[in-house]
């Protein structure tokens, strides 16, 4: 709190004398009710500064002494005219030509990464990694029949209360569609036991006791009338027991007419047989059944890399043995590497990995054709797989299975093979749907490859 006015002396200060210095003081209020009109009033007082609430109006400006521009206390400082602020000259025209030219970039990438994808070049030069992919849509196409304005919005402006869910229009319904089941293809591959190997004795006797049950089952159907008996068996061993009577009378006819009957009874097995005996269109045939059945099994795939594949022995190989184990596929040929492609069942898939993964010497080029005084230089070089004559050397060829699986059906009706010196021609062989196997062989490398 301030002081009271009277406390306060607010005077000039005079300047005092000698005498006067040690003079009584004098109140500073009359004493005297006399002498009270000849005292000087006291000026007022200042009024105190007071500090500004946390109440007051946090707008007001005020002045230093406390008040505003204005002249009240309080009152807000008058707001001065805002300037304008114009845009420089070219602005927005340097935006949108900034666009445009963003515009072209990405256009002209598209071009190079379309031309570059005919031409086989796309997986070298690594275009398709820099352009830019169009957004995502503002619903996907199965969440798109729920929402009422398609878009994933509506889930938080209306809720799940509101979406085409429960409604008459929704495609969730209370019937349940069952799908047609489809055996899987591995089904077909189910292990069949296989009986039990017996000895050659063992055999033996298995035969002897099956042609006892059948005679039997034969003789006791002759004597229930069932069939009529057989004629008996008349042999010149058993000439004389079989035909006691006539063999005395005139045995020279009783042995012509056994002879006779001896050799009918040849020539009825030989028929026989010969009926029996298949030919060579029904062998081809029984083959094929066989083939037919492997199939129904399973349909495999796989993919071999070789790294040179100039030979003619090994080209034969691949082809030939692909064509009697009813493969079908394509066999490429590249400057850089070659590819096999075959598919079949898996019995004959299995004989062919053998014979690629370990049958064929890929190091080895083939023997020379000619007689035997070829001579020894040439065979030596070729033995070796060196390079002569501009063939590429076959030191460090290998094969390799870079992929195996089981598959729906055939792409291919027969094996066929074809020289491809560029990645477009290979993937336009292949078509749309195997052309990745192509990039899988090429960048694929073996173990031992990748640790250097």
Not at 295 to 313: H, Q, R, T
Not at 314 to 331: D, I, P, S, W
Request: charged letters at 30%; a positive charge.
């Amino acid at each position: 709190m301030a002081a009271h006015p009277l406390l306060l002396d607010h005077t000039p200060t005079v300047p005092q004398s000698k005498k006067d210095r040690y003079k009584p003081m004098q109140p500073k209020f009359a004493s005297i009710k006399a002498n009270v009109r000849n005292v000087p009033t006291p000026t007022p007082p200042p009024p105190p500064i007071a500090t500004p609430s946390p109440s007051a109006n946090p707008y007001s400006v005020a002045g230093k002494d406390g008040q505003g521009a204005t002249g009240f206390d309080g009152a807000p400082r008058e707001r001065g005219s805002r300037s304008f602020r114009f845009n420089p000259k070219g602005k927005y025209v340097a935006l949108a030509n900034q666009q445009r030219q963003e515009a072209q970039l990405e256009a002209l990438k598209q071009r190079i990464a379309e031309s570059a994808r005919k031409a086989g070049l796309d997986g070298d030069m690594g275009i398709e990694k820099t352009i830019k992919r169009a957004a995502p849509p503002d619903a996907e196409w199965w969440d798109a029949a729920l929402l009422p304005t398609k878009s994933y919005d509506d889930i938080e402006m209306f809720g799940f209360e509101q979406l085409n869910i429960r409604t008459s229009d929704s495609p969730i319904t209370i019937y349940i569609q069952h799908p047609i089941p489809i055996p899987a293809p591995g089904e077909k591959n189910k292990i069949a036991f296989k009986p039990m190997m017996l000895t050659k004795k063992e055999q033996k006797k298995m035969r002897k006791l099956r042609r006892k049950e059948v005679l039997q089952d034969k003789r006791d159907r002759i004597r229930m009338g069932l069939l009529p008996p057989d004629a008996p068996k008349v042999r010149l061993a058993n000439l004389m027991k079989v035909l006691t009577s006539d063999a005395v009378q005139d045995p020279t006819r009783v042995e012509a007419r056994v002879r006779r009957e001896v050799a009918q009874r040849k020539h009825g097995h030989e028929k026989m047989n010969a009926e029996r005996k298949l030919t060579d269109e029904q062998r081809r045939e029984k083959v094929e059944a066989k083939k037919a059945d492997e199939e129904k099994k399973g349909i495999y795939g796989a993919v071999y890399k070789v790294k040179i594949l100039s030979d003619p022995a090994h080209q034969f190989k691949v082809r030939k043995n692909a064509e009697q184990l009813n493969l079908t596929g394509v066999c490429i040929f590249n400057p850089h590497f070659s590819m096999v492609y075959v598919e079949g069942a898996a019995k004959f898939m299995r004989n062919y990995r053998r014979l690629m993964m370990t049958r064929i010497a890929w190091s080895e080029a083939a023997r020379p054709r000619g007689g035997e005084d070829a001579g020894a230089s040439t065979s030596a070089v070729a033995a070796k797989g060196t390079a002569t004559d501009g063939v590429r050397s076959l030191e460090d060829n290998k094969c390799y299975l870079v992929w195996e699986g089981m598959l729906r059906d055939r792409a291919y009706n027969n094996f066929k093979a074809k020289s491809c010196p560029t990645d477009r021609d290979a993937k336009e062989l292949l078509g749309d749907r195997l052309k990745g196997y192509w990039d899988m062989a090429k960048n694929w490398k073996a173990e031992e490859e990748e640790l250097f």
